[in-house]
Each structure stands twice: as C-alpha cells, then as structure tokens.
C-alpha cells in the first residue's frame, strides 16, 4: 500500500504527467456528458420508460449479444437514443477493415512499410472509412429505435417528429455521424496530448459506467431473498476479483523464444571473426495474441443461427439460438471463438517478416537455421500456444452464461464475469499503467543524467 500512494505521490509529483491525466479526464468528462445528450428528435425520458418496460416484458436476450456489446462500449448511449450512440464503434470497425484489405491490396501493404508517413496516410483513410460505416450504420440504428417504439401506442409521445419523415431521418443521421466522428477526435486528442490509447479509453470508460448499475441491481435482487443475500453478494465480488486476476494473467501471458545476435568484428591481421553477443532477447510471443478480436467476429456471426428461427419458429433447437444464456448459443460461440483465434493470429502475426528481419539484422534462434526453419519454428511454437490461449478465451466468453442463474441473478453483472468487456477493461488498465510507468522511468533516467552532467560539468 505504501509503494502504491508513492507511485500516486510521484504521478502527481510530474507537472507534464500531471496536466496529461488532468486532460484525460477532461476528455472523459465530455465524452460522458455528450452520451446522455437524446437526438432531437426523441424525447429522452419517453426512452428510459420505454426501455424499462421493455426490460420487464422480457426483451430480447439476444440483445445481450452484439447489441449489448455496441450498448456497453458506448456507456448506454446506444439503448438511449443518444447523439453519440455510434460511438467509437465505427472507428474501430473502419481500423479492422483497413487492416484486413491492408493483407490483400498492395498499396495499403506499402503504407504499412512507409513508416510515418505511410501511417499517416492509413489514418487519413480510416478516418474517411469511418464516415462511410457512420453513414450505413446511422440509418440501421434508426430503423432498430422506430421498431422498438412503434408497437407501443402509449410511447408514441417520445417523437417530437413523424418517425417516418424526412425531418426525423436527415438530421438524425448526420448528427450520430457528427457524434461518431467527435468520438472519435477525444479519442485522437486522448492519444496525442494525453496519456495515450484514447480509443480504447473511451471504450473502457462506457464498459465501466455500466458496472455500478449493473452492480447495484445484482444487491436489490440478492437482498430481496434473504438473509443469505450479503454473503451471496460478498462471494460474486470476491469470485469476480478472482476472474479478473485470470484475465490479467490470460493478457500478459507469453512465450519467450530466445535470439542471439552475431556481431562482426574486425580482428587483427585483417580477418572477419563471428562474435557471440554475451546477452541473450528474446522474441516474446503473446498466448492470446488476437485479443479481444475473435469475440467480436464471433458475436458479429451468431446473428444467422438467430435469424434461421424465422423459417422454423417451431423448433426449440434454432429457438436457443436466440438466447445469449442458452447451451446452443455458447457451444458454437466458444467454437467460432477458437476458429476465430487461429485466422486472426495468422494474419497479424507476421512469421515470415520476423525470421527474415531476424536474419537481416544478424539475430539466430540456438540450434535452428536462420530463414525458412526459423520461420517454420516460429509458426508451430504459435500455433501450440495458440491452442490454450483460444480456449482459455472461449471459457472466458461463455462464462457470463455459465454463472448466470444459478449464481448471478442479473444479467447485466453476469455479463461482467468475462466475455469483451472484461478483457477490454484489463487490457487497457495494463496498458495505461505500462505507460505511466514507462514514463515515470524515463524521467528517473533523465534525472541521473542531468545530475551527472551536472556533476561532471561543475554546473
């Protein structure tokens, strides 16, 4: 506890990384005010008692699934009728596309190698993409809002315009574009004059601010059985921490496959001797290398089994499709997860390029061949520790189902217990952390540098 309040101490110590989680949190507050802004159209608090009484009518659990995830990476915004429903999301969507186009057409490969500008230049067209996938998605997301409410005769009052005219659909779809496209500017802003990783910021900051009502909710029902409701209670949160150490571990967890380095020195008599680096690297490689990625694919496709109910609404089999708690729907969630897993790290995780750079800048891995071996090496190391890692994610993402019921009673806390969210949330809180603690060490070397300057310089 101690080491912690000094870390805090020494943050704070920092003028320039002070200002920078200052402005961070700026960022976040706007971010946070313009979600609960309603689209003009749309009376706000209609919305919330819509919503409401579509909860207590049983909804749709297959909105816990990638509508849930939309809903939960904008903070609510989404199931709100909010300006910035979108959210990040597009932009995130644009950066996946450009990145797979980026393995099959050859000019975005070339910006890949440009260095800065060619990243530039690949910004420059996900910022352009995300305008597109705004614009396809804005009018889908009015066309779910109207669906949702025109049943309902006694909500008609939450349009302040005819849901089906031209003044309700114009300037609702360029406001969630301009909502998207601010998004995504704070999280640019973030990223470059805060303390970095802005998009994924945004994103953990609308997971976050669903878990207190979540958490709350978990206690009203908990409490209304009983005696037995606190302790109930006090084990979820402590069996929660628990996963969540699981999902740190799952993060950082990695391969380390050991490199030397040949140096080529010029011994006397003019002769080229190969000379062993005393000082063993190491390449490490990620257990979970894709992330959070094969969920999102695998919940972006659990949509067609949901939709095939519609030939056969009879069947009971399909019908559990529908359900994001059903064994149906978490057997062939993990299954695609795991497939997901393989296709994902395989086109990011470049094994060719790393044995060839390897070989370029004179670094071997003991006892195999530099070029194809290595690359060869590489590849089946990946794929034994692929394997793990994709189903230890796949336990991950089913778990929410898995608790559900016969430990948590709601499934708003449920969906805590792993899946997206909860590897995003562990994923960025590392990441910052890593940050702020490299930064603290290199004003630490900074330090020692001046004040040996100082020392030998006499000034």
């Not at 659990?302 to 519609?310: A, D, Q």
Request: glycine share 8%; aromatic share 10%.
């Amino acid at each position: 506890m101690k080491e912690f309040i000094q870390t805090l101490k020494n943050i704070w110590s920092l003028k320039e990384l002070r200002e920078k989680i200052l402005f961070t949190l700026g960022i976040i507050l706007v971010y946070r005010f313009a979600s609960y802004i309603s689209l003009p159209a749309i009376n706000l608090a209609e919305v919330g008692d819509l919503l409401e009484h579509y909860k207590n009518q049983g909804g749709n659990k297959q909105g816990a699934g990638l509508l849930g995830l939309l809903s939960s990476f904008t903070g609510g915004a989404f199931s709100h009728a909010s300006v910035m429903a979108l959210g990040i999301m597009p932009y995130i969507s644009a950066s996946i596309i450009v990145q797979l186009m980026g393995m099959a057409i050859p000019y975005l490969q070339k910006l890949q190698k440009d260095g800065e500008s060619g990243r530039n230049t690949l910004n420059q067209i996900t910022r352009w993409l995300t305008i597109g996938v705004c614009l396809v998605q804005a009018p889908s997301y009015l066309t779910s809002i109207t669906q949702l409410f025109l049943p309902y005769a006694q909500f008609q009052s939450a349009y302040y315009v005819e849901p089906n005219s031209i003044m309700f659909w114009l300037p609702s779809i360029v406001i969630l574009v301009g909502g998207s496209v601010f998004a995504m500017w704070l999280g640019e802003k973030i990223t470059d004059k805060g303390i970095g990783n802005g998009i994924s910021i945004l994103i953990m900051v609308g997971i976050l601010s669903r878990l207190p009502e979540a958490f709350v909710q978990e206690m009203a029902v908990q409490n209304g059985k009983g005696g037995m409701g606190s302790i109930m209670i006090l084990i979820e949160v402590l069996f929660w921490m628990l996963v969540v150490l699981l999902a740190v571990i799952l993060s950082v967890a990695v391969r380390k496959i050991p490199i030397q380095y040949v140096s080529r020195a010029q011994a006397r008599g003019g002769v080229n001797r190969n000379l062993m680096q005393g000082a063993r690297q190491w390449i490490p490689l990620k257990v979970n290398a894709a992330g959070v990625m094969p969920i999102i694919f695998a919940q972006a496709l659990m949509f067609v089994p949901g939709l095939l109910t519609k030939f056969d609404e009879s069947n009971t089999f399909l019908a559990g499709f529908k359900n994001v708690f059903s064994w149906q729907y978490n057997v062939l969630f993990a299954l695609l997860i795991i497939i997901f897993s393989f296709f994902y790290t395989a086109i990011t995780i470049p094994v060719n390029q790393m044995a060839d750079d390897l070989k370029r800048n004179g670094g071997l891995i003991p006892k195999v061949r530099p070029g194809k071996e290595t690359a060869d090496y590489l590849d089946d190391i990946l794929s034994k520790i692929t394997l793990p890692g994709a189903i230890f994610l796949s336990i991950f993402a089913v778990l929410p189902a898995i608790v559900h019921g016969s430990f948590v009673q709601t499934d708003a806390f449920a969906l805590f217990f792993g899946g997206t969210s909860l590897l995003i949330m562990v994923g960025v809180i590392l990441d910052t952390v890593q940050q702020i603690n490299t930064y603290l060490l290199n004003h630490h070397y900074d330090g020692l540098m001046q004040s040996k300057l100082s020392r030998s310089t006499g000034y």
